[in-house]
């Protein structure tokens, strides 16, 4: 099955936005075993949408459209895809019922535009919207058109839930293709590529592929055939092949982050970890808690921005404070320590640095501190990252989780001996 | 003069990257006065991009193809465009010359299937490439067809310098474009877009585009004109109308954030706020902290994700934790009284509620309730938010943002009276 992705959306094609929904659809599409061989974007225009349109049904099966279908006026992707088909508008009475629910829930009062989103092409599938007003649409014509909501906070779980097992029950043949992605940190994507160069050149099932992004880099094998079983041995080897080169800087697998894989880890071995932050303010805590059931391992933190901050709350001593600065080891060696203390936790974890644009101390941005301490001793990382304040805070949390990732599990195995 | 870009690549139609480049494009094409109606994306494939390109050539005036100039087999945008055309690949010096000067430089040795990207199309006008070695290319044919480097490090630096001033020339009459952004919060797409609903339907010059990401509603006016001073007036007084009727959801232009915002009003009063987080865990802080210069507002902050650290840090009363339990407004105004006396600021704010996906305290996920505390009083905001963990935690601290940003400015003006 090929099939092909139009957004529908000025904002688009005036640089507003970015096309995410495309990227997002192209990767669930291909791992259903579709191949997606284009992506349009077009404004909220009825006539370009129809010509658009016209050119996409004489060159692929399936069609999904994105956006356009808000209640204001210059929404108008059901409209114009029904009149391509020939077909009316009908209220759908389920869809009239989620949106009124909607607004109940919320305190706030319908207007009567939302109830044009109770609309839908007569004789279509509905896939419900489980976290906003517009429902999805699907129509089997000469070639299957899905209408899909454009925010990508209500277009990626209705995908998830809905479409793709609709769109799986009509695959006539299951093609198989398999992805894994395995994630590399502390290493930089050339020094990646170079140490498993061969293995790049001559692997065509899986294919690898290297991906540099926020820091990490990941290399997705993919895999097609359609025997199961035999894919997945086929990954399996090759995966090993890879580690064998590259192995000290792997971390996981698939969508898990650093702090999923910290939190897994702390939650295994029935641990604790307390933050205290400075350049980074809150970053790491705010990364370990988007896990949910974080809170069996982690039960607060301290943001010591100031120097009176670390002072008052995490008993740095105004000397080392004048003497080393804020800005140094010993810093974050005692801002972990007495996080860990004050906290009754396992471990501490502490961030110290100058996140930029200016220097701090006269020392430079991208100098960073990060201090860990457990029972048994306390100890202090230097790195010297190069970027924007946004970068540099970003990663100095990701080090953060690599680090203690490391340290716990490089004291377990001590246990386990 | 009317524009559109094709991008070629199949990773992008794989899903592995995002068409940044179309954004990034469109956005500066906008502000040279060229529409653009059009995005494709097309796989490394000889056919399906002679047949978008096509379709391109009978509905634009330009076509900026990007990508596909590398030196590997499968680059292929010269070649196909070439073909396309009617002319012939030749071998031109200067760029070979920047390629051999480029490999000198860095000691690197050069491959023979680097000198592939030393050709051009014949007759074609050449782009320099200062940060890469694929050249852009542009050429006049019965459409103009500009071909520029996949790599974003590239791209930008060579349409800054080399092809927007191309595409100026060319423009015959210089038209000016003007955005300006007004940004809302605390108010729906629908109700905003119901509340200047006549104004969207008359303006034609500025257009009134409204647009809805991250829990916050942008308009964007676009003028267009030949006068700059009269377009300024154009956006002034379209504003001003806008402003009568939504002026108390509005509070910035541009690109500043609701954090920007929030960090400029603490500086201009000289006042300093502590935070006090629970189901946020730190974003809120880390959000205030990407400003830089917030020290002089900001010293710190707690992080009490537990109900021990409520009670140990914040002084949370243990008969109120049991009794109206974490989840209520008793325990944020005290974690904002608390934060603030502790932090010794002018205000605090904090955060409880259920960030999901499950139910905490027989509360459901979504219910938060935001405390701020200054010299004169503390008062609670309750919230019932919809959505996934990661979007309850961003809207609650938008959310706090904004109530500081009002509180602030009432007392201010109380003061100033």
Request: hydrophobic share 35%; net charge negative; proline share 4%.
């Amino acid at each position: 099955m090929n099939g092909e992705i139009i957004a529908v959306g000025s904002e688009l094609l005036l640089g507003q936005i970015v096309n995410s929904n495309a990227k997002y659809l192209s990767e669930q599409l291909s791992h259903i075993g579709i191949n997606v061989y284009h992506h349009s974007v077009v404004g909220d225009n009825e006539t370009r949408l129809s010509e658009v349109l016209a050119v996409a049904c004489n060159r692929s099966d399936l069609i999904i459209i994105t956006g356009g279908l808000g209640p204001t006026k210059d929404d108008l992707t059901k409209e114009t895809v029904a009149k391509f088909l020939g077909r009316n508008l009908v209220y759908d009475q389920e869809t009239e019922k989620r949106i009124e629910a909607y607004f109940k829930q919320r305190d706030r009062t319908m207007t009567e535009n939302n109830r044009k989103q109770a609309m839908i092409i007569e004789g279509a599938h509905v896939f419900p919207n489980d976290h906003g007003l517009a429902c999805g649409i699907g129509i089997k014509a000469d070639v299957q058109i899905i209408m899909l909501p454009g925010p990508p906070s209500e277009l990626k779980p209705m995908f998830e839930t809905y479409v793709a097992p609709y769109l799986g029950k009509q695959l006539k043949k299951q093609a198989f293709i398999e992805s894994r992605v395995l994630r590399f940190f502390d290493i930089g994507e050339s020094q990646l590529v170079k140490e498993i160069d061969d293995l790049l050149e001559t692997q065509s099932n899986p294919t690898i592929a290297p991906l540099a992004s926020d820091g990490e880099v990941t290399l997705r094998l993919t895999v097609n055939g359609d025997q199961k079983e035999l894919n997945r041995t086929l990954l399996d080897e090759t995966q090993e092949k890879i580690l064998q080169r590259v192995g000290k800087y792997f971390y996981g697998v698939g969508e898990e982050s650093l702090f999923h894989k910290l939190v897994s880890l702390l939650k295994e071995y029935n641990k604790t970890v307390t933050t205290a932050e400075s350049l980074t303010g809150g970053l790491f805590a705010s990364e370990i808690t988007t896990i949910p059931g974080v809170s069996n391992v982690f039960s607060g933190g301290y943001i010591t921005y100031s120097n009176k901050m670390k002072m008052d709350q995490l008993f740095v001593p105004e000397s080392l404070l004048s003497e080393a600065g804020a800005i140094s080891c010993e810093c974050a060696k005692e801002m972990a320590k007495n996080a860990k203390a004050k906290g009754k936790s396992d471990y501490g974890i502490s961030f110290t640095g100058v996140a930029g644009p200016d220097p701090l101390e006269g020392k430079p941005p991208g100098l960073v501190y990060i201090g860990i301490s457990s029972e048994e001793k306390t100890e202090c990382f230097e790195l010297k990252l190069a970027g924007s304040r946004p970068n540099i805070r970003g990663r100095s949390v990701k080090y953060g989780a690599y680090y203690l990732l490391q340290w716990i599990r490089k004291e377990m195995e001590k246990v386990d001996e």
